[in-house]
């Protein structure tokens, strides 16, 4: 349902742009997320986007990282700048459609000198 890439290794102050690419649901109605899990740590979300483009960021990335949309593509991106340690973990793309979580593969993130 939903194929994640992008992640690597990145020094502190670089970009990365992870993808999600999504099948098997109306992907222009679906409110899309990013989450992440750093280890040892719970999963948290880091970024959503709804149908009309409207964004929300936890606070920790506010004003670094930036996620959109290609309805065409059925595509959603997190573009991170300005990486900084604490970002490492693993990236997951999430959709909640018709009463059931479905999670993308995992992506890792680790951002090191």
């Known amino acids: 349902q939903l194929q994640a890439s992008g992640g690597g290794l990145v020094q502190p102050g670089g970009s990365l742009r992870l993808s999600c690419a999504a099948s098997g649901i109306n992907f222009s109605i679906a409110t899309m997320a990013w989450y992440r899990q750093a280890p040892g740590k719970q999963r948290d979300v880091v970024a959503s986007?709804?149908?009309?483009?409207?964004?929300n960021y936890t606070d920790s990335v506010k004003g670094r990282f930036t996620i959109s949309r290609d309805n065409s593509r059925r595509t959603v991106y997190l573009r991170m700048n300005n990486l900084k340690p604490e970002d490492t973990a693993v990236y997951y793309c999430?959709?909640?459609?018709?009463?059931?979580?479905?999670w993308g593969q995992g992506t890792q993130v680790t951002v090191s000198s």
């Open positions: 986007i709804i149908s009309s483009g409207i964004t």
């Open positions: 999430h959709v909640f459609w018709k009463i059931r979580n479905y």
